[in-house]
């Protein structure tokens, strides 16, 4: 009867383990519980938790079918959040590529164009705006991006000498 008895002790207690590290194992290697755990950690604004979720998200996506671009911008949001400026826009940046590669429809495509554009405003890289719109290969799309455009201010007073001071105001809204 003892004997019994710890045999079925050993057999549950072996199984409780097997179950333990089964999950623990498939947690890790499952694209869908990186991702969700990124995301909701992005949302509550614990960006630097989120990073290596939505690495291992993007990793494991990245060795499956088809392109998903949801890791890359949720992981430059959590750059943006941690003022790595440069980080964020490279995310961005290699979503468009990879959606574009993969022939995402214009809409979703147009998407990921105006998270970028958020993206360089949010981490003030505005900069960048430009030569992100030049470089967009669809006319429909640079069309809709061009409100992000910042134009140079311009003086149109008349040239010449002037007996008093000419006062300039330049003001902007940042992010218009």
Partial sequence: MPRVFWLV????????????????????NSYSYQLKKGISLV??????????YLKQAQDLQANGEGADTKPLCYLARAY????????????MKEAVQMADADRVDLAELEKLYLEWMEILNQTRQTE?????????????????????????????????MYSRYLSLELSAEYGS
Avoid at 43 to 50: C, I, K, N, S
Wanted: aromatic residues 10%.
């Fill in 80 to 91: 943006a959040g941690m003022e790595a400026r440069e980080l964020a826009s490279d995310c």
């Fill in 43 to 52: 949302e509550a604004e614990e960006y630097q938790r989120a990073v290596p």
């Fill in 128 to 160: 960048l705006i430009e030569p992100v719109i030049e470089e967009c290969p669809y006319e429909e799309i640079r069309q809709i991006l061009l409100p992000y455009r910042i134009e140079k201010p311009s003086c149109d007073t008349r040239e010449g």
């Fill in 9 to 28: 002790l050993f057999l549950v207690v072996g199984f409780a383990a097997f179950l333990t590290a089964y999950f623990s194992i498939s947690k890790e």
